[in-house]
């Protein structure tokens, strides 16, 4: 059963930043076929998209919203995939969860196409 598992999350004031890492552990199969994406849920609200990459890193997608301040980036050697913010704000407050899509030739940011999801990371905001 794949795992993924999230850190970074914590507190920030407006206009700071903050890196999540998401950690793939126990995959049937080469994490490096996966694509990855972090998305953002607040209570009562539809999972939000954030970020996506594909398989080999090459190919980034990013919500509108998210252009210019956010990167993400992986690492398969790590089984890792990070997601930097930058110039954050009170709107940001969320918990964010990492997703794996094990047809990771694409980027997507339909959330209904990744099969496996972390627990979340909470991540506050303060003005």
């Known amino acids: 059963q794949v795992q993924l598992v999230e850190s970074g999350g914590g507190a920030v004031q407006t206009g700071g930043s903050l890196r999540l890492s998401c950690v793939v552990t126990?995959?049937?199969?080469?994490?490096?076929?996966?694509?990855l994406g972090w998305f953002r849920q607040a209570p009562g609200k539809a999972r939000e998209f954030v970020a996506a990459?594909?398989?080999?890193?090459?190919?980034?997608r990013y919500a509108d919203s998210e252009k210019g301040r956010c990167t993400i980036s992986r690492d398969n050697a790590k089984r890792t995939v990070l997601l930097e913010m930058n110039n954050m704000n009170p709107g940001d407050t969320t918990v964010y969860y990492c997703a794996a899509d094990t047809d990771g030739v694409a980027t997507t940011a339909d959330a209904l196409d990744y099969d496996y999801w972390g627990q979340g990371t909470q991540v506050t905001v303060s003005s």
């Open positions: 126990k995959s049937d199969r080469s994490f490096d076929n996966y694509a």
């Open positions: 990459v594909d398989w080999r890193g090459d190919s980034r």
